[in-house]
């Protein structure tokens, strides 16, 4: 009676008021460096947007540079705890597939400027030798992961067309993670239109031909 | 007999010694931009890397903005002219598709660095009412279009299932432009073998069930 899938998550505690005055901070640094750019975006920028002095700034940010791990815990943590908790449900692999479109998508709507930033940023910014920079990378390979378990269950109980689980872990990637250029919340299509669509053509094809 | 379609495309002629150099300055930029991002690299960083004085790099690129658009259209003319030449055979919906999938992912592998600047910067940096960012729009429009129309094509002939087709064309697009984030020449796969792969998911399906 060990296993952690039969126990209920512990409750998740309120964010303290540190917590969520920090991630206003967070929010607020995002919307900045996705519209100027990390490097074009100042310390009195962000000041002004976020109304605090640089001594209070730091007191919640510790860096600049601290504000991109903070932009990236933004949305992974939903996304990986989302991601499991779709795949813990033991759907088929078209419907676990499914769900995790779904997740992806809406994360890409809900934190737009934070993923954003991410992908533009994170290369060109961060020690790459860091144990905190381990961590980010551990965080997309997690996901990842759970993709590719999802693609190579379908492969073996026959229910996708079996091919390079990498490459196919790349297409959906792609067709849904590149969202973040175009995706505009008051565009003409809801996130889950989006994500119904995109696996309609990922899991059926756009073709009639077989 | 004045149709443009029947007539042999006039000769290009080869480039001047001046655009030559121009074009190995846009590529040096391009790289450092793609690296340090566009903020982060000084006019010292650039001159340093091209070997030129600043008068000498004014010369070639006139400005730091206008490394932009010349980044721009260094791959956006070989991609437009490559999918219209393969639009202009007339060939099924399929095949044209996946002839434009194999043409824009031969350009993103072959200007990396050059797409990478330009999905990460273009944004926040350009003038957006000059005329020339007016020709960027239509560059893009002009290549989704070719897509689009393929796509309608395919849907109308019974060929491809019914689908949005701005959906269609967006799923298509980030499929493979997501590429740029993690496709290396040096890599696991040739560009040729994911655009083949990647048209198999989309055209066939990833599942087996219909």
Chains 1, 2 share one sequence.
């Not at 940023?121 to 860091?130: A, G, L, Q």
């Not at 551990?138 to 026959?158: C, H, K, P, Y």
């Not at 669509?197 to 073709?207: E, M, N, P, Q, S």
Request: hydrophobic share 40%; proline share 5%.
């Amino acid at each position: 009676m060990t296993s952690s899938h039969l126990e209920p998550a512990p409750p998740v505690p309120p964010p303290s008021r540190f917590d969520t005055r920090r991630y206003e901070i967070v929010d607020i640094a995002a919307g900045l460096f996705a519209r100027h750019g990390y490097h074009a975006t100042s310390l009195d920028d962000l000041c002004e947007a976020t109304a605090l002095k640089r001594g209070g700034l730091y007191h919640y940010i510790g860096s600049k540079e601290e504000l991109l791990y903070l932009i990236h815990e933004r949305f992974i943590e939903p996304l990986l705890a989302a991601a499991h908790e779709v795949e813990s449900r033991g759907a088929s692999p078209d419907a676990t597939l499914r769900g995790l479109a779904h997740v992806l998508m809406g994360v890409i709507a809900e934190y737009n400027d934070q993923v954003t930033v991410f992908l533009h940023e994170w290369r060109s910014v961060v020690d790459k030798d860091s144990e905190r920079a381990e961590r980010v990378r551990q965080a997309r390979r997690d996901f990842e992961s759970v993709i590719e378990r999802t693609l190579e269950r379908g492969m073996a109980d026959g229910s996708f067309t079996p091919r390079k689980p990498m490459l196919s872990v790349l297409a959906f990637l792609g067709m849904i993670n590149y969202a973040y250029q175009w995706y505009r919340p008051d565009g003409d299509y809801s996130a889950a239109e989006v994500a119904d669509v995109f696996c309609d053509i990922y899991l059926l094809g756009a073709g009639t031909r077989r």
